[in-house]
């Protein structure tokens, strides 16, 4: 009988021994956990919070806030609310029906009206025409015309240089013939040149167009003449306003305000001399100091359009205006908009520190991911344009919903606008990865083991990790106060008990 209580007993204590050790060892594993968790939510100043699931495509899908609006709590988020708190300059009234002033470098837009609206845009299509072609050919590359080319254009109504078939140009001449000058013709030719054919050629500018940000746009011919399925937007045409001024080879060419000579061909014995078609440079109508070139276009369906880059004091701008009703207004209305965002607005500077303290604390990165590794980021810009009473202080930051996230080899990769109340006024690509943890970071930690695993948005209990730290404590030495005096009754209990044999 001694024997099995005696071994009873000892198997009680060591049962209870062994609950404890593993209790204790959860608790020192949560802890950790928690611990961690306190880190990723709190020590990280601010932390970045975010929910970006690989495999969506739509940025709008993506949810990087916890329902916060970003003008009220610097939260990251895809929805925009009205801060009244900063105020925007008034702006000039003007007469066309769409347009938009953009900073070409910052991409902050200044002033839109209607500038989503669907608008074919004529002529100003060639833009992109001569973006693809120089991206695509040498200038000194030659240009035979074929037949189609030649035979494309109504030679009364579109604007041309009668070029014949077999006719040859360098693509230089070319470029001035189709940016100058706007000859159809030539659009045709160069459109073959570049891609084959026509299809292949509009498929070239449509994914183009997406790539240089556009959302509203669809392409059907490389010259712009009025097709029900070629349109695009006041935006859209920025955007890609904004990819044609920031090529020199582009700039270059575009912006020549005297006129300029294509000598004889091996079929036309007589040079053509063209001149540039924008009124608001050199020596023209409609001069302005301060423009760096751009493109007009006409239709009867998408009536007068105009594209116009320009640059004082080291801003560039560009405006789009659409839908004018006849050609000085769409120089008046572009030059008043000029004016007004020279005069009204200042480029600051973004640092490192004012970028993370847009990040807020309030969720984080939720996954089994977390572990040893930082996450690594980059955000591109530096600069944004704000008015000039105007502070940095002021600006919040959003996901740009028309900006598709993409997922490559363990790096994601999402576009963030900078806001000032609800003005765009920058934007940057955030691109996120995982690394080790000798690198300096100031996101959460994030395994870069399992950078595929899909990471989702929870909301975060801000928690101070010294409290964390205490109740843990409290809760294993009052476990231990209460195990050890019940190891200690337990063996007093044995130790007075009456032994039978």
């Not at 712009?224 to 700039?251: E, K, Q």
């Not at 919040?396 to 900006?403: A, C, E, G, H, I």
């Not at 409290?467 to 106060?481: E, K």
């Amino acid at each position: 009988m001694f024997n099995n209580s005696n071994k009873t007993t000892k198997h009680s204590v060591n049962k209870c021994s062994v609950l404890f050790n593993k209790f204790r060892k959860c608790l020192v594993r949560t802890a950790s956990i928690i611990t961690c968790t306190a880190i990723v939510a709190t020590s990280v100043t601010p932390a970045f919070a975010a929910g970006i699931t690989s495999g969506t495509t739509a940025a709008s899908s993506y949810v990087i806030s916890n329902g916060t609006t970003a003008a009220k709590s610097s939260v990251i988020s895809n929805e925009v609310s009205t801060d009244t708190s900063v105020s925007w300059p008034q702006a000039p009234d003007i007469t066309c029906e769409s347009a938009i002033l953009v900073d070409a470098d910052t991409g902050s837009i200044l002033y839109e009206k209607d500038a989503h609206r669907k608008c074919y845009p004529a002529s100003t299509t060639k833009i992109l025409t001569g973006l693809l072609t120089i991206e695509n050919c040498n200038l000194s590359d030659t240009l035979t015309f074929s037949t189609a080319a030649a035979n494309s254009i109504n030679p009364i109504e579109d604007a041309n240089l009668g070029m014949k078939a077999g006719e040859e140009l360098t693509v230089e001449q070319a470029l001035y013939a189709l940016l100058l000058y706007s000859a159809n013709e030539v659009a045709y030719a160069l459109a073959e040149k570049v891609a084959g054919s026509i299809d292949a050629f509009v498929d070239m500018m449509n994914n183009k167009a997406r790539e240089l940000g556009a959302i509203e746009t669809h392409f059907a011919n490389a010259s712009g003449l009025y097709n029900p399925n070629h349109y695009t937007s006041a935006y859209d045409m920025a955007m890609i306003a904004r990819g044609c001024y920031n090529n020199a080879s582009f700039v270059n060419i575009d912006s020549t305000s005297s006129s300029y000579t294509i000598p004889a061909t091996n079929v036309t014995s007589t040079p053509r001399t063209i001149k540039h078609r924008h009124k608001m440079l050199k020596g023209r109508e409609f001069y302005y100091e301060y423009c760096k070139g751009g493109k007009t276009g006409f239709t009867d369906e998408s009536l007068m359009t105009l594209v116009t880059f320009a640059e004082k004091d080291g801003m560039r701008l560009i405006c789009v205006v659409f839908r004018s009703p006849d050609d000085s207004t769409r120089f008046i209305d572009t030059r008043s908009l000029f004016d007004w965002g020279f005069n009204n607005f200042k480029k600051s500077t973004t640092s490192d520190t004012q970028i993370s303290s847009l990040f807020s604390t309030d969720n984080y990165y939720s996954s089994d991911v977390f572990n040893k590794s930082k996450l690594n980021f980059n955000m591109n810009a530096s600069f944004i344009t704000i008015p000039n009473s105007g502070s940095t202080s002021s600006v919040t930051m959003s996901l740009d919903k028309n900006y598709d996230i993409t997922n490559e080899q363990g790096r994601l990769a999402a576009k963030l606008n900078y806001l000032y109340g609800d003005n765009v006024v920058g934007s940057t690509t955030l691109s996120i990865t995982g690394g080790d943890n000798s690198n300096e970071s100031l996101l959460p930690y994030l395994s870069a083991k399992n950078n595929s695993t899909q990471l989702s948005p929870k909301r975060c209990i801000k928690i101070n990790i010294w409290v964390i730290a205490g109740i843990v404590a409290v809760i294993l030495i009052i476990f231990t106060i209460i195990n050890n005096a019940s190891l200690s009754k337990k063996r007093s209990k044995y130790s007075k008990r009456k032994l039978r044999f």
